[in-house]
């Protein structure tokens, strides 16, 4: 399908201030840099590796043999090791590793709880709790359960776990006991780390009862579940197998050696929903995971050594795993991680954050922007974010109206914008704009990472002409590819390595222009099929959202007698506007002259809020059913706020 969206195709060159101080100055140098990771990728990620620690160098940087790849073979390493001692070898010592904050607040609205740890103490407290694992009976490649809120001791668990070499599987706050209990089955985890709670827009999430009901259903098949003390609020007690954090770390030396592991040893797992409906346990292993997050940390958010950077995702999801934990703490920065809601407790938050902690690198959603969108650009003005020096959009394509207030109103319009793709399974970003080098066209992804080689090809794997949608494939391995699906290699070879022959099939549709930037059109089952034609979601969505009276918009596809599919659009409006027919009418109109005639909404509807799940990402699948069946039952479980169904309901009735 030829596209003519909303996009633009005129770039947006990189500050000449930024660019003289990046790690990647200048376009000529990012096409070298990615030349030579292409041509000679063995070469390339083993000079990468070399500013590593590795107890034990490889024998081979890669063995590929299709689907599956082994990076640095025979290597021994710790990615716990990496993230802690050698920064300590390394004078970081005494830099701040994580600031955090909590989200109740006293009367004058300053954080009732905020902690600032060291590279020191954060060593030492990861020590004392990996010995406190060892002493509960964890060991070696168990798997461990991590279910907690975003705060200092989620960190300090999971690399804890890496320390002793058990692969730890975090599971999402919002997650119910159900789905806690399908992924202990899956995991054959015997062990899980929570807290009596977690704070949530004022509220506490009963996250111990949760764990409470998962044991239940897994009948007895849990043997220890450590307990961090967080909210104070009353919960069950099994003495058998409940045991305090506190009491569990008593006595507990601050010295823990780091195992030696093998490159290949699981590192992690991390459950990402599948179109079968059960859970996926995409499984990431030690060495090349370790060194990808770390070179796109270092690149992408061209990370100095006094960087205060904020990711703002839930470390229950891959951008929090990857861009929270491992790939900023290897890269010796400071972290800002926050617990709450971005609107608690209102919307000024995330900006008192940022001007509080002099954050300089922002990492964020774009369904987060969109809402700071609706709420208007004068809460961000009231708080000084002028020590920003990038801002970056993770989870969902941009955009170009939300690129552009972003840039303007948080940006300042000095600040390079990173607008990054990649996935869960892919370990680390994948396609992006390395600041200081990649001109950007608002709502482009722009160009691949090194050692990434995209293409957008059709069902038979042909590559199609620029500015023509396709499917989005990755030709050749790279470091932080998961390994598999755990426990079901048939099912990873199928949905991974069949679709296109030889490659990579991501699950997206994309489109690449005449400059060789990519711009992602979404899932392949987010591509609607009006009467023939695919239309990406994203660009109706990007259509709608450059009304000057639409805020947010979330397009879904429902079956149509006439044509297949039709399209209805979910439209939240800047404050100020009012709902009417006509302006349904206008925003059809609008879509039409802005994508065709064939991309109007035949449904618009006006809602207050979408619903989204915590990482920011839009439940489409909740918003197709109401405009299927006219109402929501299905499982709502990771939504960020439930009332956000029951309006929705109540506006359908």
Known sequence: ??????????????????????????????????????????????????????????????????????????????????????QIENGRGDHPAIIWEGEPVNDDGTPKDTLTLSYRQLHARVCQFANALKKQGIQKNDRVTIYMPMVPELAI??????????????IFGGFSGQAIADRL??????HIITTDG???????????????????????????????????????WEADRDVWWHEAIDGMSEDCPAERLDAEHM?????TSGS????????????????????????VFDLKPDDVYWCTADIGWITGHSYIVYGPLQNGVTNVMYEGGPNYPDWERFWQICDRYKVTKFYTAPTAIRAFMKQGAELPKKHDLSNLKLLGTVGE???????????????????????????????????????????????????????IDPAVVDASGAPVPPNESGLLVIRKPWPGMLRGIYGDEARYRKQYWTEIDGCYFTGDGARCDEDGYFWIIGRVDDVIKVSGHRLGTAEIESALVSHPKVAEAAVIGYPDEMTGEAIAAFVTLKSGFEVDESLKQELKQHVGSTLGAIAKPKDVRFTDALPKTRSGKIMRRLLRELATTGHVKGDITTLEDLTTIATLNSEAS
């Not at 140098?29 to 990771?37: L, V």
């Open 397 to 451: 394509p941009i955009n170009p109206a939300a690129w552009n207030w972003y840039d303007e109103n948080i940006g300042g319009g000095r600040c390079p914008i990173v607008d990054t793709w990649w996935q869960t399974e892919t370990g680390g970003i994948m396609i992006t704009p390395l600041p200081g080098a990649t001109p950007t066209k608002p709502g482009s992804a722009t160009r691949p990472f090194f050692g």
């Open 1 to 86: 399908m030829s596209t003519s969206s909303t996009t633009t195709n005129v770039a947006v060159p990189p500050s000449p201030a930024f660019s003289a101080g990046a790690h990647v100055p200048s376009m000529d140098a990012y096409e070298s840099q990615w030349k030579r990771s292409i041509d000679d990728p063995e070469g390339y990620w083993g000079e990468v590796a070399a500013d590593s620690h590795f107890f034990k160098k490889w024998d081979r940087v890669l063995e590929w043999k299709l689907p599956f790849a082994k990076w640095f073979a025979g290597a021994e390493t710790n990615v716990s090791y990496n993230c802690l001692d050698f």
């Open 198 to 236: 977690g704070w949530r827009r004022g509220k506490v999430i009963p996250l111990k009862q949760n764990v409470d009901e998962a044991c239940k259903l897994v009948d007895g098949k849990v043997d220890k579940v450590i307990v961090l003390k967080r909210c104070e609020n009353e919960i069950q």
């Open 157 to 170: 668990a999971m690399l804890a776990c890496a320390r002793i070499g058990a692969p730890h599987s975090v």
């Open 185 to 190: 089955v899956d995991a054959d985890s015997r």
């Open 267 to 271: 590192l992690f797992l991390l459950y």
């Open 276 to 299: 079968t409906g059960k859970p996926k346990g995409i499984l990431h292993t030690t060495a090349g995971y370790m060194i990808y997050t770390r070179h796109t940390a270092k690149h």
